[in-house]
């Protein structure tokens, strides 16, 4: 049997009954559609997880934390040492397979002043050099800290621009960058000079925020400005946490705050964190076994420590992602099969109001098969179309989301998805065919002669 006659007849079929058709399509339309936006949303979701995740550091990234002493080293407890800078000098002596260890002493609740602004940092760290690396801090203006400033105690800082924004105001408020190098802050209280600032970090959605805030202008406010400050607050939170960061160095917040000038005049030498990245993730296990190795030698014996991965927050964000996938996918199923339970209705329809033509076919030679494949193919070309025009409604919808979510990750169409959603418009409209296509095939000749 020519396959090429029995599509035209079924598109004739199809353009001969356009409003029913439409109405049988709507099923499909929205199935696909609704498939490829949800595919694209969590696509978006995802994209957003791990940028959070890439900018906290990366995969090879991991935390050095302490821990509860284990009960059988409970009568060691007087002995613990925590985490000190100690710590840091043997895994670089001794741990080769750690790449690079950063010491962080961290100084919370501090507060940041200029004139009469002042802010509340989201970190304010005394760091070694290597925080740059492990944190993915990339300088725009200025530089970092030199042994020197280490050596010395130098009152040094380097800043985030969500910093700078709310001490000296932001580009958005002034209409010009704002660089404050050179320029005296008080951290609580004490001055420091400011000799370096990092670049702006946003996410996608971030950028999207801004740029929906640039084009869509509030109103002036009472100081003849619409305050656009703080608004990567409502993005990534590891953005806002990198662009309200405030880094001195290690000896500096040692001396000048944790010294004997510190609390209740008690010298406090530990480290607030210790990070490591390892050289080959292929091999975080053996890595992280040699820093435990090296560290129960420093920490005499006692495991107060533990080592926290970024796989742990990998796993979550892949459950995640396949919860939303599942969830989705299902509903956009239904919507198919409900979908599918149309066409195979309109195709019943169709039949019992071409019974007499099946007749005369079947009457002129007409085999089983003949019949049960026009059939078919006129089930399969209703689906397939109402797939491609699923296909098209599906990017209309995504960029309506975009429009009236602007501040979500953006969405992202994907291929895979687009395929499957067809495939799955395809089967469907084979699986709707297959009643109707058998209760055609099988109508007796001179019976459906008869039928009025």
Request: hydrophobic residues 45%; contains cysteine.
């Amino acid at each position: 049997m020519n396959l090429l006659p029995c599509l035209a007849v079924g598109l004739k079929e199809i353009w001969a009954h356009k409003f029913r058709s439409l109405l049988t399509m709507l099923g499909i339309i929205l199935g696909v559609s609704s498939l490829v936006a949800m595919t694209a949303l969590v696509k978006g979701m995802e994209n957003g997880m791990k940028e959070n995740l890439i900018a906290m550091g990366g995969l090879d990234k991991v935390l050095l934390e302490d821990q509860q002493i284990p009960p059988y080293q409970q009568q060691y407890a007087d002995d613990a040492v925590g985490r000190t800078i100690n710590d840091v000098y043997a895994l670089r002596a001794s741990a080769p397979l750690i790449r690079l260890v950063s010491p962080e002493m961290a100084l919370r609740g501090a507060t940041v002043s200029y004139g009469d602004n002042s802010v509340t940092p989201s970190e304010l760290d005394g760091v070694w050099s290597a925080a740059l690396d492990m944190n993915l801090h990339v300088l725009q203006y200025g530089r970092f800290f030199t042994p020197l400033d280490e050596q010395r105690a130098n009152s040094v800082c380097v800043i985030g621009t969500g910093i700078r924004d709310e001490l000296f105001g932001s580009p958005e408020d002034l209409g010009r960058e704002i660089v404050p190098l050179g320029r005296i802050v008080l951290i609580n209280g004490q001055p420091f000079t400011i000799v370096g600032m990092f670049e702006h970090y946003e996410s996608e959605r971030e950028r999207k925020a801004r740029e929906w805030a640039k084009a869509h202008p509030q109103p002036k406010t009472n100081h003849g400005v619409a305050r656009s400050r703080g608004w990567g607050r409502h993005g990534g939170w590891a953005f806002w946490r990198k662009n309200y960061t405030v880094y001195i160095p290690l000896n500096t917040m040692w001396i000048r705050f944790r010294s004997a000038a510190g609390t209740n005049n008690i010298p406090d030498p530990h480290l607030t964190d210790i990070d490591l990245k390892v050289r080959d993730l292929d091999q975080l296990e053996t890595s992280l076994q040699q820093a435990r190795n090296v560290l129960m030698i420093t920490h005499h014996g006692i495991e107060d420590f533990m080592f926290q991965t970024q796989e742990n927050n990998v796993e979550n964000i892949n459950a995640a992602i396949h919860n939303a996938r599942m969830s989705g996918g299902i509903i956009a199923a239904i919507g198919l099969i409900v979908g599918g339970i149309g066409i195979m209705n309109i195709m019943l329809a169709s039949i019992t109001e071409r019974v007499r033509e099946i007749g005369i076919r079947k009457a002129i030679g007409a085999t089983y098969a003949d019949v049960f494949i026009q059939i078919l193919i006129e089930s399969v070309v209703i689906a397939v179309i109402g797939g491609l025009a699923g296909l098209g409604t599906s990017y209309g919808m995504v960029q309506a989301l975009s429009i009236l979510s602007p501040n979500e990750n953006t969405p992202q169409i994907t291929m895979p998805a687009m395929l499957i959603a067809f495939a799955f418009s395809a089967g469907v409209g084979v699986l709707a065919g297959l009643i109707p296509a058998f209760k055609a095939a099988k109508l007796d000749p001179i019976q459906a002669l008869r039928y009025e």
